[in-house]
């Protein structure tokens, strides 16, 4: 890492989740399951699904990002770059961060692109606009995380296992070059083993077919999630300590140094692991996914939007981002707030 580079920092912070709150009762009324076994697997009571008509990927995502610019004295205008991580897009083309770019009515041709990293998009996004702040390129870049899982959830009994876990939402932050030395984003560590690729994925619609429409129309059961659930957790919690012990031995600190670790909110039982192997105690840890499931790409930044908006992180104190998910990709971001 080249130390001589400015540091970026999170200048504002927001998040949007729709109205519609879908609670364990009303799964029980889709699907043969139990609120007992939702919360004793996940710790998950309820989520949040996007209203057809009223809510978009783009457009919850241009919610959050107002709510963060806002925080940070900025507009739309002052906006010079888009990072949108998303597994659910509005479009299989173009991204969704153009379309963020028109709801913001952001005028200007200024660059916007998706990280297609699922439930480590966020952090991998928020570690490639610290780059372009790092070298000069850009001093106020928008990271937005937004997904829109219940429209492509099988939420008949055959996709139970899945479609329990997942919710919407959107959350975003705005970064600035840092004002403080010695403050902002210390560093971050990005991850990836694909040799997992086939164990969260869903399938359709693939690019590798002679006729894709006419393969997805014969076999719409590949267009659900798949999840080898088991499997997934193995590695989830091997992977969130390993990520977050390489970005504290990098900056030499401790996991008792922590103030806050915010962690993508893929199951309670995951955390409560991890808070349990870093030494951690529960209010250093944390939780929203009670409240809204997982909602990959967006998971981090509304638990970090709900942890500054209540108190619970203040200035100067050390704050990890950490995320696990499909790929299976892992990535961690330590930051002095
Ligand atoms: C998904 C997860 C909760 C499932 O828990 P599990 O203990 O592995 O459960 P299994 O898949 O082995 O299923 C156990 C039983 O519960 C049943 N079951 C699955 N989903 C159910 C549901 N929603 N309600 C009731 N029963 C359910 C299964 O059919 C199975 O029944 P059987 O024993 O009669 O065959 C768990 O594997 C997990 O948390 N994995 C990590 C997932 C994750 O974090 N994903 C996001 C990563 S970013």
Redesign the pocket.
């Known amino acids: 890492m080249n130390n001589t580079l400015r540091l970026s920092e999170i200048a504002g912070v927001g998040h949007y989740v729709p109205n519609r709150v879908v609670t364990n009762a009303d ?1 029980t009324g889709l ?4 609120d007992e ?2 919360q004793e ?2 710790g998950i009571r309820e989520r949040r699904w996007f209203e057809e008509g009223k809510d978009t990927t783009a457009n919850m995502g241009a919610n959050a990002a107002r709510k963060a610019l806002e925080m940070a004295g900025l507009t739309p205008d002052d906006v010079q770059l888009i990072v949108f991580a998303t597994l659910s897009p509005d479009y299989f083309f173009p991204g969704s961060g153009v379309l963020l770019q028109r709801e913001l009515g952001i005028q200007a041709p200024i660059p916007a692109f998706d990280v297609r990293n ?2 480590s998009g966020f952090v991998y996004a928020l570690s490639m606009a610290d780059q372009f702040i790092k070298t000069g390129m850009y001093d106020t870049v928008l990271v937005v995380g937004s997904e829109i899982h219940s429209s492509g959830l099988d939420i008949s ?1 055959r996709g ?7 919710g919407d939402g959107a959350g975003a932050v705005v970064l600035r070059p840092s004002t403080r030395a010695e403050h902002g984003i210390l560093s971050t560590h990005l991850h990836s083993q694909g040799e997992h690729a086939e164990e ?1 994925i869903v399938k359709e619609p693939g690019s590798n077919r002679n006729n894709r429409v006419e393969y997805v129309v014969a076999n719409e059961l590949d267009m659900y999630p798949y ?7 193995k590695h ?1 919690v091997v992977r969130f300590p390993q990520v977050i012990k390489e970005a504290l031995d990098q900056n030499g600190y401790q996991p008792q140094d922590l103030d806050m670790l915010i962690p ?1 909110q ?2 309670l ?2 955390t409560q692991y991890v808070q349990q192997k870093m030494g951690l105690p529960e209010s250093k840890i944390f939780s929203n996914i009670q409240r809204y499931g ?1 909602t ?1 790409a967006a998971s981090v930044p509304i638990a970090l939007s709900e942890a500054v908006q209540e108190g619970r992180i203040k200035r100067g104190d050390l704050v990890c981002l950490a ?4 790929g299976f990709t892992w990535a961690s971001a330590l930051i002095k707030w």
Do not use: E, K, P
């Open positions: 799964l699907m043969d399951t139990t076994w939702i697997r996940t699922q439930c009994t139970r296992a899945v479609s329990v876990i997942f969260l999840m080898n659930g088991q499997n997934v957790f989830a993508h893929a199951n039982r995951i997982n990959t995320a696990f998910g499909s």
